[in-house]
């Protein structure tokens, strides 16, 4: 935690201006709220993997691990960054979300990555997902079809020096094709059937987890493995996201 700094009145010349003052007093409560701040989420992050994920069924240390470092508070809107390590989704706008905790660790760990592996995400929404896998695998290809989202999650990622995570904007359906195959995929919004492109660009024995199922229902949580160039699949739980979105053009 950073030191208080004091301000002794009797230190400054009596004729100084009240504007002065005004200015120190902002100055006060601006470092006040960045020292504090940090350390507030911090434990906030701290109870979200020890409640939320260790005492469910998250295992997977290095997915402990990355969600217990990554600042999910700088992925939500200003507004609601007092509910970012709350157990349910948060609204991103534009229609979008960014999972709950738990959610994420689930379907990170379900790839079962590893750290020279090389994953595709569908859905970037703000970047939190990205950025947990950056914190384990060698490197990140990322797809959001909403280009504002895009761009902000590409900023926000390199901001924070994730540089091993490369965002872009288009329609996820048909992957990114020319940095294929990948050791895993991860799709963050529901489909009502495998995209096989994406499919055929993991790598042999490599897993993608999805939503999958009906729009306006409940969709299973699946994993699916290529196995000799065959589908496997393993159902997983129930989940709710927003639908898959493409490019209409």
């Not at 002065?20 to 906030?44: K, R």
Request: glycine share 8%; aromatic share 8%; charged share 20%.
């Amino acid at each position: 935690m950073g030191q208080l700094i004091q301000v002794n009145k009797n230190s400054y010349p009596k004729n100084s201006p009240k504007l002065a003052w005004g200015c120190i007093a902002a100055l006060m409560c601006l470092f006040s709220t960045t020292v504090y701040a940090q350390p507030h989420f911090s434990a906030q992050r701290e109870r979200m993997v020890l409640i939320q994920l260790k005492s469910r069924d998250i295992y997977h240390n290095a997915t402990l691990e990355a969600m217990g470092k990554v600042p999910r508070h700088l992925f939500v809107p200003e507004d609601i960054q007092a509910y970012a390590y709350a157990d349910h989704a948060l609204s991103i706008g534009h229609g979008q979300t960014i999972s709950q905790p738990y959610i994420v660790a689930f379907m990170t760990q379900a790839i079962r990555p590893k750290k020279d592996h090389k994953v595709l995400e569908i859905g970037t929404g703000s970047g939190y997902q990205a950025a947990v896998l950056a914190e384990i695998v060698d490197s990140v290809y990322t797809i959001e079809i909403v280009d504002i989202l895009a761009r902000e999650a590409e900023k926000r990622l390199k901001r924070m020096q994730y540089n091993n995570v490369k965002v872009r904007s288009g329609d996820g359906y048909h992957g990114w094709p020319e940095e294929a195959p990948f050791d895993a995929i991860v799709v963050t919004a529901g489909a009502e059937e495998i995209p096989m492109a994406l499919f055929d660009q993991l790598k042999e024995g490599g897993k993608m987890v999805m939503p999958l199922g009906p729009h306006g229902g409940i969709r299973q949580l699946v994993r699916i493995t290529k196995k000799k160039g065959e589908i496997r699949i393993q159902e997983m739980m129930a989940v709710r996201f927003v639908p898959f979105t493409r490019d209409k053009n």
